[in-house]
């Protein structure tokens, strides 16, 4: 069963940091292309604020740059964001996301937790 669950969230003041963390489970048979971090403010569309690779390559939104970093544990299954110089703006519910294949496919699919709030006041 695949999983995602994310926690770290909470109410920080503006210009604090918080970090995410996401435990992922049931992966084991499948190919991860690529481990995510996604958000969506009132509103606003969901949008990706930053994401890594298999490989260890990241990118982030320009929004968050020089802010935010992503990163992975491969021994505790973890996904993380630390994120500092936090603003008003970067309040949302954060959400984790791996898109990910069984072997042979083509086509991957992508794989969601349940979202984290993050508020940052001013």
């Known amino acids: 069963q695949v999983q995602l669950v994310e926690s770290g969230g909470g109410l920080v003041q503006a210009g604090g940091s918080l970090r995410l963390s996401c435990a992922a489970s049931g992966f084991r048979f499948l190919s991860i292309n690529t481990m995510d971090w996604f958000r969506q403010a009132p509103g606003h569309q969901r949008e990706l604020v930053a994401g890594?690779?298999?490989?260890?390559?990241?990118n982030y939104a320009d929004s968050v740059k020089g802010r935010f970093t992503i990163s992975r544990d491969i021994a505790k299954n973890t996904i993380d964001l630390q994120m500092n110089s936090l603003k008003p703006e970067d309040t949302a519910v954060y959400y984790c996301a791996v898109d990910a294949a069984p072997p042979l496919s083509l086509n991957t699919q992508k794989f969601w937790g349940q979202g984290t709030q993050v508020t940052v006041s001013s």
């Open positions: 890594i690779t298999s490989g260890g390559r990241t």
